[in-house]
């Protein structure tokens, strides 16, 4: 069974920092594509980042581009999200997920931060809040 498992969100000032952490068991590591999505009260879910480790690429929302950061640790099987620059519109409930693509779709990241094809496996999120 896949395990994804959130932490690092709380409140924060606009200007401010936070790291987001997603640890994943289950399945391998090395084989996965994990994503970060958020969905702010009364919007649509968006997909923010995306690091595929079985393809050695990721790709950002244009949201996040410059100020977010995406990084893979195999040894700790642990992607985290290094939020910079925060504005009040980040807050949102932030979610990791994972797709094992393994062959079936090549460009990982850009199928799945697109919307092409939809992650199977979820964490339960965290709360971010910007105030401003």
């Known amino acids: 069974e896949v395990q994804l498992v959130e932490s690092g969100g709380g409140s924060v000032q606009a200007g401010g920092s936070l790291r987001l952490s997603c640890a994943a068991s289950?399945?391998?590591?090395?084989?996965?594509?994990i994503l970060w999505f958020r969905q702010a009260p009364g919007k649509g879910r968006e997909a923010v980042s995306c690091i595929s480790n079985r393809e050695g690429t990721m790709d950002y929302a244009d949201s996040a581009k410059g100020r977010f950061t995406v990084s893979s640790d195999n040894a700790k099987n642990t992607v985290s999200l290094q939020m910079n620059s925060l504005k009040p519109e980040d807050t949102a409930v932030y979610y990791c997920?994972?797709?094992?693509?393994?062959?079936?779709?090549?460009?990982?990241?850009?199928?799945?931060?697109?919307?092409?094809?939809?992650?199977?496996?979820w964490g339960q999120g965290t709360q971010v809040t910007v105030s401003s």
């Open positions: 289950g399945l391998s590591f090395d084989g996965l594509a």
């Open positions: 997920a994972a797709d094992y693509a393994n062959g079936r779709y090549l460009g990982e990241c850009y199928q799945l931060l697109n919307g092409f094809h939809e992650p199977a496996y």
